[in-house]
């Protein structure tokens, strides 16, 4: 029901947009957003609407990612800008519904020379 689009290679400093469309029984994009895992780390928080379409950011990058959505294609996105190598990771998307988490297959971004 989350589908995920847009991971890829770039180099330090570089950019990345990265999409999810929900499908399905979801139809709301409040309380959606991102997560992330890099390797041999445990799944954080990156950014996310809250209730009300307020939006959340992780401080590692406040200032550098931008969530943003499109409420009638149901797709968030997460524009990433001076991506560092330390962005590296599988990123999920992700959304609450009534309490149940519902998770992305996750796209892979890896920053590297």
């Known amino acids: 029901q989350l589908v995920e689009s847009g991971g890829g290679l770039v180099q330090p400093g570089g950019s990345l947009k990265l999409s999810c469309t929900a499908s399905g029984s979801i139809l709301s994009l409040n309380r959606m957003g991102w997560y992330r895992q890099a390797l041999g780390s445990t799944r954080e928080f990156v950014a996310a609407f809250g209730d009300s379409g307020i939006t959340n950011y992780a401080d590692s990058v406040k200032g550098r990612f931008t969530i943003s959505r499109d409420i009638a294609k149901l797709t968030i996105y997460l524009e990433m800008n001076g991506l560092k190598r330390e962005d590296t990771a599988v990123y999920y998307c992700?959304?609450?519904?009534?309490?149940?988490?519902?998770w992305g297959k996750g796209a892979l971004v890896t920053v590297a020379s």
């Open positions: 992700h959304k609450n519904r009534s309490g149940i988490d519902y």
